[in-house]
């Protein structure tokens, strides 16, 4: 079964990482959450999902609107690879939030995640995101390291390809 991207953007931000994630991949279908229904996950065994955070350490709005919906997948049997934007300088103590709001829920719907990332050469506080020296995904800072978006995305493309795809 094909691979599908979905992803909520408010700034075009996390919609232009989405499209280079997807060019990077190549083949695969996207998707952005506030023109689809979130049951069209299901139709897919191999997902990548992207959010921004926002407010404080919030979910990106088209998340947070169908977030119920979201919570009552069964991601069982599927791999699961997440990515999130946040803004370390402004809000580092709340540093891609949203992507750990994502993992834990996707954890809990029984999904195989892959995708991890290093924490290193970032500048944060704190971050629902990190799991011990990771981050549950990509973590993109398109607001203070814009620099080293592309090289991240394709460091992390060539990591998962092989499961993802």
């Keep these: 079964m094909a691979t599908a ?3 909520a953007s408010s700034t075009g931000n996390t919609e232009e990482v989405a499209q280079k994630i997807a060019d990077n991949l190549g083949n695969i279908e996207m998707f952005n959450i506030c023109d689809e229904d979130i049951q069209k996950i299901n139709k897919f065994d191999k997902i990548i999902l992207g959010t921004s955070t926002w407010g404080e350490g919030e979910l ?3 998340w947070d609107e169908i ?4 919570c009552e997948l069964d991601l069982s049997g599927k791999t699961v690879a997440l990515f999130g934007l946040g803004d370390q300088d402004g809000y580092g103590d709340e540093f891609c939030d949203a992507l750990g709001i994502m993992y834990e829920q996707v954890k809990k719907a029984n999904a195989n995640i892959i995708g991890f990332t290093s924490t290193q050469d970032y500048d944060f506080e704190y971050s629902k995101a990190q799991i011990d020296d ?5 973590v993109i800072d398109e607001d203070n390291q814009d620099d080293l978006t592309d090289e991240r995305i394709k460091t992390w493309v060539e990591k998962i390809k092989a499961d993802i795809l």
Excluded at 67 to 70: P, S, T
Excluded at 134 to 138: D, K, R, S, T, Y
Aim: hydrophobic fraction near 55%; glycine fraction near 6%.
């Design 5 to 7: 991207l979905f992803f």
């Design 60 to 62: 990106q709005d088209d």
């Design 67 to 70: 977030w119920e919906d979201f």
């Design 134 to 138: 990771e981050f549950a995904g990509l």
